[in-house]
């Protein structure tokens, strides 16, 4: 193809979007397109099955047989989460095996909130009310993204997501009216997972320089700033209820904007976390790399039962 | 001489929206299969994509054995949100 056509394809590409119009598989994409929605949809797969790790840590340790049965159901549709976001980064051309190697070798990236411990119960309430709450927000705005496989994914795990975050915050509603110990191991949970959850929705605005071409192909309808903004007025109230603080002395209700001010976020560490020293990257990837490796058996055993199967029906005919 | 096969037809209407299933014809192969479900399916702009697969490649569940398939998700009432009781006046969950 000339250079002057494909620039009137990518003319006609952008109309498409700007009339809110999906981009399906077979269509003609620009290739920054392909690639950035790969990175993006894979980044968000391996974010769903890495956050399956902190949870997992718990469910031998639940409290009642009614917290066990809830915390399981989340982590298993989290896997689920994360097989419909390989699946659609799939339709892109990338193999589910490559998206894993990147994930094993480190190439790839996954949500920095995973890499923080989960050292008491209450971090179970505070993950599903913080965690799976900042999640909901960033995945409910994807919705509408121009891609159609992702969009129709992000659709069918905001459904599922509401029970996540309504699970998590039964958790911490029961320990703020337990014991004073309770209490403070909810307040505690809060003060570790406050700060990360911020972090959750990326750089601010200033710093963050896809922003603008990912809103032109909605992979951002709100900017970081603004779903970070969202967040935290949902919050405060939430909060409010538990009667639990906010770990901002800064936090405060501005009337004049409708919002809540609140304080600086640390991005020094944010930016450690995300280039890999965090409490529990090294843990994570680890935990990723053994799983995969201890499952082999089991693919290998089930490709050579089909394989079997084929050679018998074969013989038959 | 041998029948054509059956296939089952699949159109996604506009974009955006999954393919769904909405029939099935007779086809001597995929690109005759193609042609006629444009001809039958989408004579009044119904779809913009047409997938088309032989039907003895689909693996369907058994109907007689729907009981072991889904009952097990009936009562796990807590993967839904209605099973966490919370107070009134939360907002936004
Ligand atoms: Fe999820
Ligand atoms: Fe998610
Ligand atoms: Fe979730």
């Not at chain 1, 700007?18 to 397109?33: S, V």
């Not at chain 1, 640390?266 to 053994?290: I, S």
């Not at chain 2, 058994?62 to 009562?75: H, Q, T, V």
Request: hydrophobic residues 35%.
């Amino acid at each position: 193809m000339s250079e002057k056509e494909i620039k009137s394809l990518e003319e006609i590409f952008e109309k498409r979007i700007a009339n809110d119009e999906k981009i399906e598989p077979k269509d003609w994409m620009p290739e920054k397109y392909r690639q950035t929605h790969i990175r993006q949809i894979s980044q968000h797969a391996h974010s769903e099955i890495v956050g399956m790790l902190p949870e997992a840590n718990w469910i031998t340790r639940a409290p009642s047989l009614r917290r066990k049965v809830a915390l399981l159901a989340k982590i298993q549709d989290e896997g689920g989460h994360g097989l419909y976001l390989y699946s659609a980064a799939e339709t892109l051309g990338i193999s589910r095996d490559e998206m894993y190697e990147q994930l094993h070798s480190g190439a790839a990236k996954y949500s920095s909130i995973f890499n923080y411990p989960a050292i008491t119960w209450a971090d179970m309430g505070a993950v599903g009310w913080l965690v799976d709450g900042a999640a909901i927000i960033n995945q409910v705005a994807l919705m509408g993204t121009s891609y159609g496989p992702y969009s129709r994914a992000m659709i069918r795990i905001c459904k599922e997501e509401s029970f996540h975050q309504r699970q998590g915050y039964e958790i911490l509603l029961t320990l703020c009216n337990g014991t004073p110990e309770q209490k403070a191991m909810a307040q505690d949970a809060l003060n570790r997972w406050w700060w990360p959850s911020l972090m959750m929705f990326g750089p601010k605005d200033a710093e963050s320089p896809n922003t603008e071409q990912s809103v032109k192909w909605k992979l951002k309808r709100k900017t970081n700033d603004e779903l970070r903004q969202q967040f935290i007025d949902q919050t405060v109230p939430q909060a409010n209820i538990l009667g639990l603080t906010i770990p901002d002395p800064a936090l405060k209700w501005n009337e004049a904007r409708k919002h809540y001010d609140f304080g600086e976020i640390d991005w020094n560490e944010f930016w450690q976390v995300v280039k890999g020293h965090g409490p529990c990257n090294k843990q994570r990837l680890d935990a990723r790399r053994t799983a995969w490796e201890k499952g082999t058996w089991v693919r290998d055993a089930a490709m050579a039962y089909a394989e079997k199967q084929e050679m018998k029906l074969e013989k038959a005919v | 001489m041998k029948n054509w096969p059956l296939w089952e037809v699949f159109i996604r209407s506009k974009n955006g929206l999954e393919h769904r299933h909405c029939g099935s014809l007779h086809a001597s192969d995929a690109t005759m299969a193609l042609e006629n479900a444009r001809d039958v399916y989408t004579r009044r702009m119904e779809g913009v994509s047409i997938w088309v697969v032989e039907s003895k490649y689909i693996t369907a569940s058994n109907p007689e054995l729907n009981g072991e398939m889904f009952e097990p998700a009936k009562d796990k009432a807590y993967r839904h949100p209605t099973f966490y009781e919370l107070p009134d006046e939360l907002k936004h969950m």
